[in-house]
């Protein structure tokens, strides 16, 4: 399990490096330097963003680990909260702990 997420990590990044090689080398055009232009004007507003994102799951994952820690075996440790928090966030899947 930890060696696929290690090759699905890997894997997405060499995806991101060649995706900014692209633009590095598509930029030289007028017209195209557009998107890459608006790009690096961009990328401090998406780190911001994923920085109050990170955050945010923080907070809410070591909340949910003192409030419901002693009672929800899955969320006993912040560890495991953190993990849920970003994987609810992320992909919307929270292994059926917040049931209506």
Do not use: E
Not at 40 to 54: G, K, N, S, W
Not at 79 to 92: D, E, G, K
Request: proline share 2%; net charge positive; aromatic share 18%.
């Amino acid at each position: 399990f930890l060696l696929w997420n290690l090759y699905y990590f890997l894997q997405g990044l060499v995806l991101a490096l060649m995706l900014g090689r692209w633009l590095h080398h598509i930029s030289f055009q007028p017209k195209l330097s557009l998107v890459s232009g608006t790009l690096a004007l961009a990328i401090p507003d998406i780190f911001h963003f994923f920085i109050t994102f990170f955050t945010l799951a923080m907070v809410l994952g070591a909340a949910l680990s003192y409030v419901f820690g002693h009672r929800v075996a899955q969320v006993q440790s912040v560890s495991h909260a953190l993990y849920i928090m970003v994987r609810y966030f992320i992909l919307n899947d929270d292994d059926g702990l917040f049931k209506a």
